[in-house]
């Protein structure tokens, strides 16, 4: 959860299978036996960095049966048949999940008529699968573009670090913890870099008061400018690394986003579409400037619940809740240092569903734009399902209701009036009447505009 360097005495550090290897470029090096990640919890080895690989090497050994866990509603996943077929899409999915390779989960080995069966297609190994259309192979190429890269992690990682320490002096006991989409996997290049100090004590610090003293330490500090005190419902201070366009944005405490973090981040690497969905629909969002919660419309992380609520609720689901199926992995009470312990124990999902990139992009925007009944549902990613409104205080006149998979309050509070929610319907519709037709990324999204200035990043 912090460096090495910074770990109190008798704590483990955490080791390696916790995070995938950050991405270099043209990668999809899913391999995440490797080595650890880059990342708060745990130390980089920046010299030790993988390999582009294309493909992720092909295994011969270590595939892991099908899992078929029980889920609590009674259902088992109708797609759990032990076949070849299977062995190979788990032999995909093993080598793809970021929290294989933990000491906690050890494989079982293969059936040996099946270990030594027909190589598996290279394509099996590989987002190529799902991307053999035009749609689904510009997404492809905008998700190769635009993904964060090893290097801005390593960036984010080490100005993460000289910040704890010097923060250090004034609050010894705080720790600082890199949160959000530059952790959970579905990060750009462009993506700032979301901070949570976790200051413990019997006391709660005001954060206000905390962040403005930080803000006023932070002048004497040669590689901070731009300090911002933004005093929202969750109050940040919002600075840069000195003369580079990296943007922090710290909170105090806000601990939640540590928790969710780790929930998106078991999301995000349970299937090989999920990063390339989500990149493409946030770059999507933004271009259409619905992807901006200071400004009313969607955040980020609003965004991607709602991805992951379409995936969910297919007819043949992509998705299903991890909460829902490994609640002690994702226990909203465990103590902050062993959030990252429980998705170690999550084992990859095997979706029956074989659909494209760019079907699951047209579905998305079909949904939302003809199926979803704003006026009477509530996206509830805990539940992997849509929820009927209630009365409750929390959802009574809310355009858009989105539950926090923790806290199950609105995340989408954010949009309230009337002519955001409009222009956010609106974008929906009017993107999934034009790409249902042309199936044609560029026509509701200038592709090349967006690698362009993505690649000029950094
Ligand atoms: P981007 O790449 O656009 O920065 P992001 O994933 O970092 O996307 P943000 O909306 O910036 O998304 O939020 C950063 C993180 O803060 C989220 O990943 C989540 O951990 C946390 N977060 C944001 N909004 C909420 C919320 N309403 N409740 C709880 N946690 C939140
Ligand atoms: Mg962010």
Not at 125 to 153: G, I, P, R, T, W
Not at 173 to 198: E, F, I, K, P
Request: proline fraction near 9%; hydrophobic fraction near 35%.
């Amino acid at each position: 959860m912090y460096p090495r360097s910074a770990a109190p005495r008798g704590r483990p550090a955490y080791s390696n299978g916790l995070y995938p290897p950050p991405p270099v470029t043209r990668c999809y090096d899913y391999n995440h036996q490797s080595l650890g990640g880059v990342n708060s919890f745990h130390v980089p080895e920046l010299q030790r960095l993988p390999p582009y690989e294309w493909n992720p090497p092909r295994s011969t050994s270590n595939v892991p049966p099908p899992h078929t866990p029980t889920m609590t509603n009674g259902r088992k996943r109708q797609n759990i048949e032990y076949s070849p077929h299977m062995v190979k899409r788990q032999r995909l999915d093993s080598v793809s999940h970021p929290l294989l390779g933990s000491p906690v989960i050890q494989a079982p080995s293969p059936p040996r008529h099946l270990e030594q069966g027909p190589a598996v297609p290279e394509s099996f190994n590989s987002l190529q699968a799902y991307a053999k259309d035009k749609l689904s192979h510009q997404m492809v190429e905008l998700f190769e573009a635009c993904q964060q890269q090893s290097s801005d992690l390593e960036r984010k990682e080490r100005c993460r670090a000289r910040l704890q320490r010097d923060i250090q002096d004034i609050y010894a006991v705080a720790r600082l913890y890199l949160t959000g989409s530059s952790m959970n996997g579905l990060g750009c290049r462009s993506s700032d870099a979301d901070l949570c100090l976790v200051i413990k004590g019997t006391k709660r610090p005001d954060p206000i008061f905390v962040l403005s003293h930080l803000q006023r330490a932070f002048r004497s500090l040669s590689y901070v400018e731009r300090t911002q005190l933004i005093r929202a419902k969750v109050p940040i201070l919002r600075f840069r690394e000195r003369g580079s366009d990296l943007e922090f944005d710290l909170n105090i405490n806000n601990t939640v986003g540590i928790r969710n973090t780790f929930l998106l981040r078991s999301y995000a690497y349970a299937d090989l579409r999920i990063r390339p969905m989500i990149l493409v629909i946030k770059k999507w969002a933004r271009h259409n400037q619905i992807n901006d919660a200071s400004k009313g419309t969607l955040s980020s992380y609003t965004l991607v619940l709602m991805v992951l609520h379409y995936l969910q609720t297919l007819k043949d689901p992509v998705l299903p809740s991890l909460q829902r199926d490994y609640p002690e992995c994702f226990n909203p009470f465990v103590d902050i240092d062993m959030v990252p312990e429980g998705p170690k124990r999550v084992p990859p999902y095997v979706s029956r569903n074989q659909s494209s990139l760019g079907e699951l992009l047209v579905g998305f925007l079909r949904y939302y734009a003809t199926e979803f009944r704003w006026d009477k549902q509530v996206i509830s990613v805990r539940e992997a399902r849509a929820l009927p409104k209630t009365n409750s205080h929390e959802w009574t006149n809310k355009y858009i209701c989105v539950e926090e998979p923790f806290e199950r309050n609105n995340v989408a509070r954010a949009v309230h009036e009337k002519m955001k929610f409009d222009a956010i319907k609106a974008e929906f519709a009017e993107s999934y009447r034009i790409l249902k037709d042309r199936k044609d990324l560029n026509s509701i999204l200038p592709v090349r505009a967006v690698i362009n200035k993505e690649s000029s990043r950094r």
